[in-house]
């Protein structure tokens, strides 16, 4: 599939929850945020049916988040479900990896190998700090397990001004002796009304740091749909990226759709929702009449991230959770 800018929109990003377990407050108040009833919800049968015309359209790349995933009752059946469909090549899972322990040999049978790691400092206190929980521990050994495993590992950093700046290269001395890719992304202003202006340290800011300590970096060729601007740093075993999620310096290339957990249809993460295709698919429609749907929704895409923020209808003070619209 084809935009109006010649783009090739060819990756979904599926949220099965906007529960999570875990309080980060870049992404919600401490108390949380209220969340959908179950009915509310896309069932496991209406995203298999979504996703066997999204591959019938092209489609090749899914990745499953929330909240956290997991936290979603009988989610590895989700998974089993879409492996069985066999129209994507690759099937891909974000999680914090407070629960994803004790499910990683059958992910590995299912082939699904390629998880997003959300840490964003590795020092317990910070850590407890930005998550408002006392999980690192639980998070550092699932990502030994990983490594473990063979699994091919993006950790993911949000890096906020005067919070965790200084675990940017701690971070980054991971790809020096794990196979893993570093990934440090800008704060952006989806945390649920918690904070109404960022401070934000920009990915220009990280590159300095990066740069600063790094005088071998080296940037690396990126592939149609990367957000990241990647480097390398010789005789490293991973790589380290840069994502430019506020500057939105990457909208060229997008390839992505994303379906929060309720069936909103976000064709760029700062629209305020396009369509509730849920809705439409209870409403009885065809598969054609869907797929039908899908494409006109993908022929409209903005052409980038500012373009959508301004066609907004609801203010910037209404901006959701991550949580709500799928991490």
């Given amino acids: ?85 066999e129209a994507f090549k690759s099937i891909h899972i974000t999680s914090n990896g407070t629960l994803l322990q004790r499910h990683i040999p059958r992910l590995q049978e299912l082939g699904i190998t390629k998880i997003n790691l959300s840490i964003d400092s590795l020092d317990k206190e910070r850590f407890h700090k930005i998550t408002r929980r006392d999980d690192f521990e639980k998070v550092m050994e699932t990502f030994h397990m990983l490594v473990d495993h063979n699994f091919k590992i993006k950790l993911n950093a949000v890096i906020m001004k005067g919070i965790n700046t200084q675990d940017i290269i701690p971070l980054a001395e991971l790809a020096k002796d794990y196979p893993v890719d570093v990934r440090f992304i800008e704060e952006m202003p989806f945390n649920g009304g918690y904070k109404e202006n960022l401070e934000m340290y920009s990915a220009r800011d990280i590159f300095s740091d990066l740069k600063t300590n790094y005088a071998d970096l080296e940037q690396l060729p990126s592939a149609h749909g990367d957000t990241a601007t990647l480097y390398q740093v010789p005789e490293y075993q991973g790589n380290i990226g840069v994502i430019a999620a506020f500057s939105r310096t990457f909208c060229n290339t997008c390839n992505r759709l994303r379906i929060s957990s309720k069936g909103e249809i976000k064709s760029c993460l700062y629209d305020d929702g396009v369509f509730n295709i849920r809705d439409f698919m209870r409403s009885g429609v065809s598969d054609q009449e869907l797929s039908d749907k899908f494409s006109e929704i993908i022929r409209l895409k903005p052409k980038d991230g500012f373009e959508a923020e301004r066609a907004r209808k609801s203010p910037k003070s209404a901006m959701q959770s991550m949580s709500s619209i799928g991490g």
């Avoid at 084809?2 to 929109?9: P, V, W, Y």
């Avoid at 108040?29 to 049916?49: D, F, M, V």
């Avoid at 989700?78 to 492996?83: R, V």
């Fill in 1 to 85: 599939m084809k935009d109006s800018f010649d783009r090739t929109i060819n990756y979904v990003r599926i949220a099965v929850t906007d529960r999570c377990n875990l309080r980060c407050f870049y992404c919600m108040p401490a108390n949380g945020i209220p969340y959908e009833p179950k009915a509310h919800l896309l069932s496991y049968e209406e995203i298999t049916r979504l996703l066997r015309i999204l591959g019938g359209l092209g489609f090749r790349k899914v990745r499953f988040t929330g909240g956290e995933p997991f936290l979603r009752k009988d989610f590895m059946q989700l998974l089993e479900n879409t492996a069985k469909l």
